[in-house]
């Protein structure tokens, strides 16, 4: 079965510090992408980030990187110079078949001033 | 700027009750999506389609049905509501055709069933 794997339901965070968030995974796709979503309390889910797999380059935006090891299907999310506004909880997604994703079940991150 | 709108934020109903939670997305997407997101559980996938009147299961179906019959809409039928059928629901929408596509999200319609 495909799944996705978050196994830290809460992390805290000093505003300005760095913090990483873990994700293992399972898929049988062979070309596919990973996905990173926050949800900020009481908004929309948005995408943080993506990761090609076939791409050896971890996938960076501004912030927010990735650490993706393939082989060890892991997909971990770094968060650097934490800010208030990153407080929500974030899933970690993968492809679950033709056209669907497998969310985690989600880590809440604190960020504290 | 891309939206997906769902057509309550909040809704209280009796058990027994017909429910319909109602999804509209404006980005011509093929594809729609319903999941539940519950404390613990992350986010678990009621019904998707990928196009219009097609419809396939996900992993948590009963007790649901689902009706697509414009593109741009996608209704969540709760046919006899029941007290654990009390969640968020969340409506998602995606293109077909690149595999790095993401998904859109509605914002979410918080449903009480007493």
């Known amino acids: 079965a495909q799944t996705v794997t978050q196994s830290q339901p809460e992390m805290s965070v000093q505003e300005a510090e760095t913090v990483t968030l873990s994700c293992t995974y399972d898929?049988?796709?062979?070309?596919?992408?990973l996905f990173w979503y926050k949800q900020p309390p009481s908004r929309q889910m948005i995408l943080v980030i993506r990761q090609e797999a076939y791409k050896q380059q971890n996938a960076t935006e501004n912030r927010f990187s990735v650490n993706f090891q393939k082989a060890a299907k892991s997909f971990s999310l770094k968060i650097s110079d934490s800010q208030l506004g990153d407080a929500a909880m974030y899933f970690c997604a993968s492809p679950g078949g033709t056209y669907k994703y497998i969310f985690g079940t989600g880590t809440r991150l604190k960020v504290l001033a | 700027d891309v939206k997906v709108t769902q057509s309550s934020r909040y809704l209280v109903k009796r058990t027994g009750e017909k429910v319909f939670l109602e999804c509209v997305q404006d980005?011509?997407?093929?594809?729609m999506f319903w999941y539940r997101q519950d404390p613990g559980l992350g986010l678990r996938l009621i019904y998707f389609?990928?196009?219009?009147?097609?419809?396939e299961k996900g992993d948590i179906p009963e007790g649901y049905s689902v009706s697509r019959e414009k593109k741009e809409r996608f209704s969540l039928i709760l046919e006899s509501a029941s007290t654990n059928q009390t969640s968020m629901y969340l409506c998602?929408?995606?293109?077909?055709?690149?595999?790095?596509?993401?998904?859109?999200f509605g914002q979410g319609t918080r449903l009480t069933v007493v």
């Open positions: 898929t049988s796709e062979s070309d596919y992408y």
């Open positions: 389609s990928y196009d219009v009147k097609m419809k």
């Open positions: 998602a929408s995606s293109s077909t055709g690149w595999r790095g596509t993401e998904a859109f």
């Open positions: 980005m011509d997407h093929e594809n």
